[in-house]
């Protein structure tokens, strides 16, 4: 297989996994990982990095807002940015989805990690 079709293939069998682990839905999930990880973004960098409408991200960055689980504000520099912040209670739900896919995958090969850690590298410097 060619390296497009195995990246489809790849996000196909990685979806299936994180929706068994979340029952909350795994963009939910996405959305707050998304929002831990890139802290010091706005929330359009936010979308860009998730790949997704900015109204599934107005959507779904609302029902975590009244989860208690972001915070979204105005940034310091720029009043016309917003930025996200996750509060301990999204960090505690995102942690808690983590240690249960953890658990589902199981101790992971030095050359496994090493593949991960590559294939993360490439996307990053390509996305």
Do not use: W
Request: proline share 1%; net charge positive.
């Amino acid at each position: 297989m060619k390296g497009t079709d195995k990246l489809i293939e790849i996000e196909g069998l990685l979806e299936n996994l994180m929706k068994s682990s979340h029952k909350g839905g795994i963009l939910r999930i996405k959305v707050l990982y998304f929002c831990y990880l890139y802290q010091n973004l706005t929330v359009s960098m936010i979308i860009d990095k998730l790949g997704i409408k900015k109204t599934n991200f107005a959507i779904m960055s609302r029902e975590l807002e009244n989860d208690g689980c972001i915070i979204i504000k105005k940034s310091n520099f720029d009043k016309r940015c917003r930025m996200v912040e996750v509060t301990p209670k999204g960090m505690q739900e995102l942690d808690s989805f983590i240690k249960k896919l953890e658990s589902q995958i199981g101790a992971t090969s030095m050359e496994v990690d090493s593949a991960i850690e590559i294939l993360c590298k490439f996307l990053n410097r390509i996305i």
